[in-house]
């Protein structure tokens, strides 16, 4: 017998969303408990898969933080199935009447949630990521094709298969080859969104390479913009947790604009915690004054997404020119004022146009467990559908459903046809 | 003094985006009322401009159809003038609270609704559109770039030219040439949201050529499902409004699912009131023994958008069987099914995964004004941002907002960390 193509497991996958999507509330509930405890009594093939990864990597000499993120410890399960069972108190999102309106007398028009279909996501080498992003599938009632990172290819394959044996094979497929991501790229007709976790470089790629629509980002160039009535205390604690509590995250700060009046204050202080931290500094040359460690910033590093212990800072001569910095450079993911000021937020909140924009917290809240979510498949720094850190409700579209008795448009038209009331129900 | 580029006036209008974001409700609403205003006075210079094009276009030997739809006339300047003045009591779209949520006492993360920015909005013929498209973007906060259709050049050069008279240039702005087009759809970094309104040949053109987010539909391939209990006259009124009440449209009828059980009664009743007003129907071969005046349908008449009084027929054996053919052969864009069994309702309406699923009533209902949006900017099939009939919404992202009072998320990391308390605000 042929073995399928990777298109006629695509179509295959459609029928399942289809199947999925007209499930109960309670039945996906059961799948996500049947997946979180046959994630416990799987823990001996998990590790074994998990070793083999594992090996795999140190022979190739991988990094430590890279072999950590790679191993699926028992602690990493328990978190695993804490989350899906985590995902079953959510509400149901399908089926959620998001408009409701009478047309006119028991013509009634609804806007219901609905999943999206099929998504493919494409993400690197953490098991973790796995389990969490086929929970919030099943979750939604979507269809999911899973696309880990190569170094995982053990665990990732033994995972799928616990979670297809538990919950079902028809929602979830696991693809290996870089091939096989080409492929998916080009299927348009069968795969309704793609989303891409990984590097810059190869969200990027994504993007370039598909007409699907894809929901992801590509940079995170984060400002904190430390206001002229900023609290000096409070403004230390944000940039010192904002540049290094997580500096590889997408939701560090790498920019930090100061306003003329508390530099003098504000930047020799910077300076000392951030020498005491190992934070290296390209400050323009106002702020060089107060940084005498500093590098001399070039253009270029107020476009660049350090990931690491450095970052630029300038010295700013208003809130508009902050504002207008962060328009220009930041990638409009997360960007921050610290300000002692309402009318300093306000004016902030309104003319920063980014995914996040905080008020005297660190950029590093912008997480979709933090904001509330659940989980998150991912943040956003596009506009369209989704912005910012995505949960369940990225995965949603909706569809129009209405009812009529026998109504049709001739009857409302022309001077003399019906009129519409339009009365809205919810 | 050379010429701006193209890419030098986008570039402003993202400036204008950034200023409309942050007006006022009133500031937008008189802005409006100044455009309805500067309409009215301006009918005779309009009229000329229009005449221009109408005697090229008569010159040319355009169909009287699209002259009918080229002529702006006092009767459409008048319809112009009241839909601005209803855009002005729509609710405010921008800055609605969409979530609220405590992440802590007193740490309270907020989304709001915001223009997505600058749109291209790229569409035929009717100047009528260009009016409409500019309020909406206006009335939403958005910048606009509009592309008419060439033979309204002269009517729309002299729309653009009293709108930004009226409401300022900053935010809108007319593009004339193919080039242009081509030009803009290349622009991923100032355009936002391409929408483009035209021929399925052109929507696709564009869908083929951007790497900007497109919301539009291509194929109205909309299907009529008869199930076995319905009320044969409603059947018979809904069949005939779908097909023949504008055939021309997207969401007029194309096909015509009967389940067996009705069809011997509902297919000779239907093939009479078919012949009557001259539509010219393929049926297969179980549906041509009702109708005998029928061409012999071909596979594919059932993926055929006829766009004119012509319609493809099928005998089903099962609602199944009708959901299925719908899943393989429509666009998705709007389903009907007449019934008098309210199981058959619910199951249709679960698992047809269309924009727009009907029961007992015409097709043609499917459309911004009728489901009350107030206007329309399209109807999209694509199942990510929109879907169905786009309203105001459509034009709107959101931001999150988050205000603390010095919170890091060092103090919300390990074992004793401080932990979410994740309170619903609304």
């Given at each position: 017998m042929a073995e399928k193509t990777l298109q006629e497991m695509i179509m295959a996958l459609r029928k399942g969303a289809g199947r999925l999507s007209s499930s109960s509330d309670k039945e996906r509930q059961d799948a996500l408990l049947a997946v979180a405890s046959a994630l416990d009594s799987s823990r001996e093939i998990i590790r074994k898969a998990n070793e083999e990864d594992l090996k795999a990597a140190e022979e190739r000499g991988i990094q430590p933080a890279l072999l950590k993120r790679l191993a699926f410890t028992d602690e990493k399960i328990d978190s695993s199935i804490q989350g899906l069972r985590e995902l079953c108190q959510l509400?149901?999102?399908?089926?959620?009447?998001l408009e409701k309106r009478e047309?006119?007398?028991?013509?009634v028009l609804e806007r219901v949630s609905f999943p999206i279909g099929v998504i493919a996501m494409i993400f690197e080498a953490r098991p973790d990521a796995l389990v969490q992003i086929a929970g919030l599938s099943l979750r939604s009632g979507n269809a999911v094709v899973l696309k880990g990172g190569s170094e995982a290819r053990n665990t990732n394959r033994a995972l799928v298969s616990i979670i297809s044996e538990a919950a079902g094979s028809d929602w979830i497929l696991g693809v290996e080859s870089h091939e096989d991501v080409n492929t998916l790229l080009g299927m348009d007709k069968y795969i309704d969104l793609v989303i891409p976790r990984g590097s810059n470089a190869f969200v990027r790629y994504v993007m370039e390479h598909t007409r699907i629509p894809v929901i992801g980002?590509?940079?995170?160039?984060c400002a904190v913009y430390i206001d002229a009535s900023a609290n000096v205390d409070m403004a230390l604690r944000i940039a010192v947790d904002s540049k290094?509590?997580?500096?590889?995250?997408?939701?560090?700060?790498?920019t930090f604009l100061v306003h003329k009046d508390i530099a003098p204050e504000f930047l020799p202080k910077l300076a000392a915690r951030f020498s005491e931290l190992g934070v290296k500094v390209h400050a323009d040359d106002t702020a060089i004054v107060y940084m005498p460690e500093a590098q001399k910033a070039v253009p270029s590093d107020f476009d660049t997404?350090?990931?690491?212990?450095e970052c630029a800072v300038k010295v700013v001569s208003s809130i508009d020119e902050a504002v207008e910095h962060i328009a220009e450079h930041?990638?409009?993911?997360t960007d921050a004022i610290v300000t002692g000021s309402e009318e300093s937020k306000r004016f902030f909140f309104q003319n920063v146009d980014s995914a996040d924009v905080f008020c005297?917290?660190?950029?590093?809240?912008?997480?979709g467990f933090r904001f509330g979510l659940?989980?998150?498949?991912g943040i956003s720094t596009?506009?369209?559908?989704a912005r910012g850190p995505v949960g369940l409700s990225g995965l949603m579209t909706s569809k129009w459903l209405l009812t009529g008795?026998?109504?049709?448009v001739a009857e409302y038209s022309g001077k003399n046809g019906k009129q519409f009331h339009h009365k809205e129900l919810i």
């Open positions: 509400p149901d999102p399908i089926g959620r009447t047309l006119d007398p028991g013509f980002h590509a940079d995170g160039i290094t509590q997580y500096p590889a995250a997408c939701n560090a700060a790498e997404e350090f990931l690491s212990l930041s990638s409009h993911h005297n917290c660190s950029t590093r809240f912008a997480d659940g989980a998150e498949v596009g506009k369209i559908h008795h026998g109504e049709t």
